[in-house]
């Protein structure tokens, strides 16, 4: 039996998707598919059951998983990362979506390479957030009544940190890389959350790219 690293759950109970997102991964060697959410019911079942790195999910399917189940996910113990592929066109319900810190968000319209790209990069917690949902991100963040940030509040610590923590990166694995406590790098996150005002884990993203630091995918 072949034991991938990547584990993977889908949620998207849309035939011709489910099967063609099964094609797209079944001949890559690093991923497996552990299983298929057939309904709603039984999605936090499986996520306990499978333990997946990444569930792939559809929020915006009638009768079917919902952005109420989505939030389940996030607050359980398994926590795995999840990648939204969604035709979702509200611009208010993807904003609340973002607001739970999900890994990625494509549309059901990207390119088959854009896919891999996601569910390769979500799957390791990188973040990945097709043009869309970058737009959409960004016209809220430069709404006229999104506070502005000016990078100099950060110090150059401070500034590392928040580049790692947009490209996903846990307190654990900041502080290996960076050689730190994890109570060191905690502290330094609390600091940038007051300094820029916070209040998502997308916002991470949203400042990094407006301080040069990152770049849109």
Do not use: W
Request: glycine share 4%; with cysteine.
């Amino acid at each position: 039996m072949r034991h991938a690293p990547y584990k993977i759950l889908l949620a998207d109970n849309q035939a011709l998707t489910s099967a063609g997102m099964i094609h797209l991964l079944s001949d890559r060697e690093e991923l497996e598919i552990v299983g298929q959410v057939a309904h709603r019911e039984e999605l936090l079942t499986l996520v306990e059951t499978h333990q997946p790195n990444l569930l792939i999910t559809d929020y915006n399917l009638p009768g079917y998983v919902t952005i109420e189940d989505l939030q389940d996910v996030a607050r359980s113990a398994s926590n795995p990362h999840i990648l939204v592929v969604s035709s979702d066109d509200s611009k208010s319900s993807i904003l609340e979506v973002l607001q739970l810190g999900v890994t990625g968000y494509l549309t059901k319209e990207c390119t088959r390479e854009e896919v891999m790209m996601a569910v390769q990069s979500t799957s390791k917690g990188e973040k990945f957030f097709c043009h869309k949902i970058l737009d959409i991100i960004m016209e809220k963040h430069f709404s006229p009544e999104a506070p502005t940030a000016d990078p100099s509040l950060l110090t150059t610590r401070e500034t590392e940190i928040l580049s790692l923590l947009a490209s996903g990166q846990s307190t654990q694995q900041i502080a290996d890389t960076l050689h730190l406590s994890p109570h060191t790098v905690h502290t330094h996150r609390k600091s940038i959350i007051r300094k820029l005002n916070i209040k998502s884990p997308t916002e991470f993203v949203i400042y990094a790219m407006d301080f040069g630091l990152i770049r849109p995918k």
